[in-house]
């Protein structure tokens, strides 16, 4: 069960990538993540009196609710670490290394929550999974970015954050209804996102974003909602080292959608990329 949720995740991340693009050819990333997280945090609330999960809010411990609070934070560190990297480095450097979350999570799962069974096929899958990662990042010879200062630190902390994230957040809901927790963790990553909006200066722009866009924004929002929620049900019942790379197939779903919406079309290196990402997924669900 924990495995098809972890797929249904990777579903709606993948459609919420193609819904947030067609919501900011003219608005500001930093300002529609800002309003996305919004409509995260009302849906996820409304899964929580729904499922009826409200009447254990007294019985969460303080340890649960800390790490819970913790995971809200990395994320919002970990986007802030990023959009860092990205205004003074290259974005072609910066990328690689924020996608190395996905190993770092696998090994992090691996020490802290002794996942080590079959350990010599996770290992050898998280290898190929790191190089389909790099192969994915298509490199353009003719662009030439020069870093305007150090953004090595800040991709390797975005990195590290994005990894936290999901351990902490295992930690956080292992005793906590999964609805209740992303709920709560979301909350959390509300007040981050709107943090970063207002620090860069950019609350203004709420007021002039088209409505063709907000429809989109709303409707990626939902779709983040939904991934959020079948995620840390997979991540409370599962195993970590083998739901986050589910879960990171979300890149095949919107791979599909954008060859279909937008006629993108992937190159050589890449489609043997996302081949070795399939296939060490696919691997490490069924044997691991």
């Known amino acids: ?150 953004w090595f630190p800040y991709a390797i902390a975005s990195a590290i954050f994005a990894a936290l994230t999901s351990i902490l957040a295992k930690m956080g809901i292992e005793n906590v209804e999964s609805n209740l927790g992303t709920a709560i963790r979301t909350g959390v990553v509300l007040v981050m996102a709107w943090l970063i909006v207002f620090a860069k200066g950019k609350q203004d722009q709420v007021s002039k974003i088209k409505k063709n866009e907000l429809f989109f924004i709303t409707l990626s929002g939902i779709a983040t909602g939904a991934s959020w929620l079948c995620y840390y049900d997979a991540i409370q019942h599962g195993i970590v080292s083998v739901v986050v790379p589910i879960d990171k197939l979300s890149i095949l779903v919107s791979i599909i959608f954008s060859r279909i919406v937008f006629q993108e079309k992937l190159n050589k290196n890449a489609t043997i990329g996302l081949i070795l990402i399939v296939l060490a997924t696919m691997t490490m669900a069924i044997w691991t």
Do not use: Q
């Open 1 to 150: 069960m924990w495995i098809f949720m972890a797929s249904l995740s990777a579903f709606f991340a993948g459609i919420t990538s193609i819904l947030a693009k067609c919501g900011i050819k003219n608005t500001d990333s930093d300002v529609a993540t800002a309003l996305r997280t919004i409509i995260v945090f009302i849906f996820a609330w409304m899964m929580v009196f729904l499922v009826g999960s409200i009447s254990s809010m007294n019985e969460i411990s303080i340890k649960s609710l800390t790490f819970l609070i913790l995971s809200g934070i990395a994320t919002g560190a970990s986007w802030l670490c990023y959009f860092k990297a990205l205004s003074i480095g290259n974005v072609n450097k910066v990328v690689p290394i924020d996608k190395s979350s996905t190993v770092l999570t696998v090994i992090f799962a691996i020490v802290l929550f002794d996942e080590t069974r079959n350990l010599w096929l996770k290992l050898i899958c998280t290898t190929v999974l790191a190089i389909g990662i790099f192969l994915m990042i298509e490199k353009k010879h003719d662009e030439h970015e020069h870093s305007k200062g150090p």
